[in-house]
């Protein structure tokens, strides 16, 4: 009985070994908050949806958030450090869909 519940356990924790990560550069726009913000708002009619806070390995707070004009459907996924005044553009596109049917990605 204890072998199998040993198995049980043995087989329900992930294994680890599966999942390989690696570490990459991405082409990232960045550059003074202000104008990206506002160019976000002014040029694109983009409006914040959904923010959630993060900080750096130097503590810096991070605002990572999402933008998008529902109206001509196009987004932006930006992270702001507060700190250094600085806001990367992470994606963007200019078609979206806020509902995913099946199983998603």
């Known amino acids: 009985m204890r072998f199998i519940l ?5 087989l329900s924790v992930p294994s680890y070994a599966e999942v390989q990560s690696y570490e990459t550069q991405l082409p990232i726009i960045c550059g003074d908050t202000n104008n990206l913000l506002q160019g976000l708002r002014e040029d694109y009619g983009e409006e914040i949806v959904m923010m959630a806070e993060g900080y750096n390995h130097k503590g810096d707070d991070l605002y990572h958030s999402l933008w998008i004009n529902t109206g001509n ?3 932006t996924f930006v992270v702001v450090n507060k700190q250094a ?3 990367c553009v992470l994606a963007s596109g200019d078609k979206f869909n806020m509902f995913f049917p099946g199983n998603g990605i």
């Open 85 to 87: 005044k600085t806001t």
């Open 6 to 10: 040993a198995l049980l356990l043995v």
């Open 73 to 75: 459907q196009t987004w």
